[in-house]
């Protein structure tokens, strides 16, 4: 099975200060070789349902600002978060789409908190 | 505006039956696969499975096939989730999501674009 680990699986950050989060998949043999640029990220904070940041890899979904920001290819991703904010404070949560067969792999999760 | 309205709470005992829905407007129903997405209390993501509604493709993740079903009417611009038998296991909050997984500009679409709130399901004796 694809396997999606992100690290670490917690972080506390000072307001104001950059927070990465690492996003890396293991394939298998069923892994589709263009499936690597179709990860997104989500935020998700207590008592709501996750909210889409960024997909294929990089792009910002609107109304998403710019302070975060995705970059990675083929098996290593990374979201970063600029200048970290109160409201930031979640779970993060990559997510790989894979096309044959068809499926989706969630990472483990992040929490990201304030130093 | 795109919303994705989901049932409310349920609470039921081990081997019992649930149909839980996830009801869209704001959007050409037929143009979006619908995902659902488990997650137990104070844990991580699952991906349970997808359908298009425009021809009732439906793929499974592999812990859920077989598990559940997963359906939509396109008169009601609803999917559902169902179980034959539920199990303590199976507690959880259950999100539906839109997925586009359509081209726009040579790109494929595969993100989760709008979620509904969450159907909490409770399985207890």
């Known amino acids: 099975d694809i396997v999606m680990t992100q690290s670490p699986d917690s972080l506390a950050v000072s307001l104001g200060e950059r927070a990465t989060i690492n996003c890396k998949s293991s394939p298998s043999v069923l892994y589709s070789a263009n499936s690597g640029k179709y990860l997104a990220w989500y935020q998700q904070k207590p008592g709501q349902p996750p909210k889409l940041l960024i997909y294929r890899t990089s792009i910002r979904e609107s109304g998403i600002p710019d302070r975060f920001s995705g970059s990675g290819s083929g098996t290593d991703f990374t979201l970063t978060i600029s200048n970290l904010q109160a409201e930031d404070v979640a779970v993060y949560y990559c997510?790989?789409?894979?096309?044959?067969?068809?499926?989706?792999?969630f990472g483990q999760g992040t929490k990201l908190e304030i130093k | 505006e795109v919303q994705l309205v989901q049932s409310g709470a349920e609470v039921k005992k081990p081997g019992e039956s649930l149909k839980i829905s996830c009801e869209t407007s704001?959007?050409?129903?037929?143009?979006?696969?619908i995902a659902w997405v488990r997650q137990v209390p104070g844990k991580g993501l699952e991906w349970m499975g997808i359908?298009?509604?425009?021809?009732?493709?439906?793929r499974y993740g592999p812990s859920f096939q077989g598990q559940v079903t997963i359906s939509a009417d396109k008169s009601l611009s609803t999917a559902f989730l169902q179980w034959r038998s539920l199990r303590a296991s199976d507690t959880a909050i259950y999100f539906c999501?839109?997925?586009?997984?359509?081209?726009?500009?040579?790109?494929?679409?595969?993100?989760?674009?709008?979620w509904g709130p969450g159907t909490l399901v409770t399985v207890s004796s």
């Open positions: 999501a839109r997925v586009p997984l359509f081209f726009t500009e040579n790109q494929l679409n595969t993100q989760f674009d709008s």
């Open positions: 997510q790989q789409y894979n096309s044959s067969p068809l499926m989706y792999i």
């Open positions: 704001g959007y050409t129903f037929t143009r979006f696969w």
């Open positions: 359908i298009y509604p425009a021809d009732s493709d439906t």
